[in-house]
């Protein structure tokens, strides 16, 4: 069971406790729901608002449905629905509930930016003090995944300085966000140029030796048969050689190293990123314990 369906069915659950389902769809919707059968209780919730589409509880049950979409990862169909369910609720404070899912399942999907907004704005409405300071959790967690690390490090500060017992973590955390902004960077423009002067120098220069070796080896060996067939003058074969052949490994080597460099750095952030959130899981879990 993936993190994203535990979390679904743990917030089914929390829903459970405001909504009476007396309707039999919904019954059968929610037993389905707990037997993780998604498509299942979706279809009978969408049964239930095919009959009563004005119901008080349509927008409880179109969130349900959302929920269903998200456990099963389809995350267009997530966010479709649960933007419905904002839409249909009239309780400001269920509508920021709502809507800090909705930010949790764009994030889930890759859209940070626009979690961003949904969070941003239950931030700046929602009167309970536990959604607001979730908000500014998952907002600093939306910087980290796009490797905004100032923007992250400042939403954190203020997250911390609510959780004064949490002083030791936000001390760590701190120091992995200054060691992040200095991390080392592999230039795409540098490992392009370098290619562009020796095939393969470009990958050496982000540690990748193993195609740098084989770029060297390969354009060596396409340049050598072209020059070749120059020298004899075979023209045509020499022409040919080098349009379709030498030039078209020579441009695809300019293009992998500034590849390379990207691959480099992602991978280079995306360690540090694990380690600021495994940082925070440990919090959470000592937290817990206590």
Not at 98 to 116: H, K
Not at 214 to 220: M, P
């Amino acid at each position: 069971m993936s993190h994203f369906t535990m979390v679904a069915v743990t917030l089914l659950f929390f829903a459970a406790v405001t909504v009476s389902a007396s309707d039999p769809a919904l019954d059968l919707g929610d037993h389905l729901f707990a037997l993780g059968d998604y498509d299942a209780s979706i279809t009978e919730y969408k049964r239930f608002l095919f009959f009563y589409a004005d119901h008080p509880q349509a927008g409880e049950v179109q969130f349900k449905i959302g929920l269903g979409y998200r456990a099963q990862e389809w995350w267009a169909e997530a966010v479709g629905a649960m933007i419905v369910a904002i839409q249909r609720t009239t309780e400001t404070e269920l509508q920021a509930e709502r809507r800090t899912e909705l930010a949790v399942t764009l994030i889930a999907s890759g859209a940070y930016d626009l979690a961003l907004v949904e969070l941003i704005k239950v931030d700046m409405y929602s009167q309970s003090a536990r959604l607001r300071q979730r908000a500014r959790f998952l907002r600093g967690v939306s910087y980290l995944y796009q490797f905004k690390w100032e923007q992250a490090r400042s939403v954190f500060e203020v997250y911390f300085d609510e959780i004064p017992s949490a002083a030791r973590t936000a001390a760590e955390i701190d120091a992995l966000f200054s060691e992040a902004i200095n991390l080392p960077q592999k230039s795409e423009r540098v490992a392009r140029l370098l290619s562009t002067f020796l095939p393969g120098l470009g990958q050496t220069y982000v540690g990748d030796w193993k195609n740098g070796l084989n770029a060297l080896l390969l354009n060596a060996v396409l340049g050598y048969i072209t020059l070749n067939a120059a020298i004899e003058r075979d023209y045509d074969d020499a022409f040919l050689s080098f349009f379709f052949l030498s030039y078209r490994y020579y441009a695809g080597n300019r293009y992998r190293a500034a590849e390379a460099a990207q691959t480099f750095n992602d991978r280079e952030n995306r360690q540090h990123v694990d380690k600021i959130l495994q940082t925070l899981a440990t919090q959470f879990a000592a937290g817990k314990r206590k």
